[in-house]
């Protein structure tokens, strides 16, 4: 079956080499590389981002005190809140 893609051009590059180099076409390449792409199964959990909390989740949070306004007011320097 033919089909068109649109490869990164140092990409296509790498792989005309490497079709070269190895006698072989480049269809058979990319044929090659889509067949171990797919052969590896999928990931059954998916990502989660590491936990990088800051501070002992026992302490008092300081900024709960505040309001969103006196915290927005805080954070672009505007009047401080007393």
Do not use: C
């Not at 006698?23 to 590389?33: Q, T």
């Not at 949070?61 to 006196?70: F, G, I, R, T, V």
């Amino acid at each position: 079956m033919k089909t068109t893609l649109d490869i990164q051009d140092e990409l296509l590059v790498r792989a005309k080499r490497h079709a070269r180099n190895t006698g072989r076409s480049l269809r058979s390449v990319v044929e090659e590389g889509l067949r171990q792409v797919l052969s590896v199964p999928p990931r059954d959990v998916p990502y989660r981002l590491p936990d990088r909390s800051v501070g002992d989740l026992a302490d008092v949070d300081p900024l709960e005190a505040y309001s969103w306004q006196e915290l927005r007011d805080i954070i672009y320097g505007e009047d401080e809140p007393n």
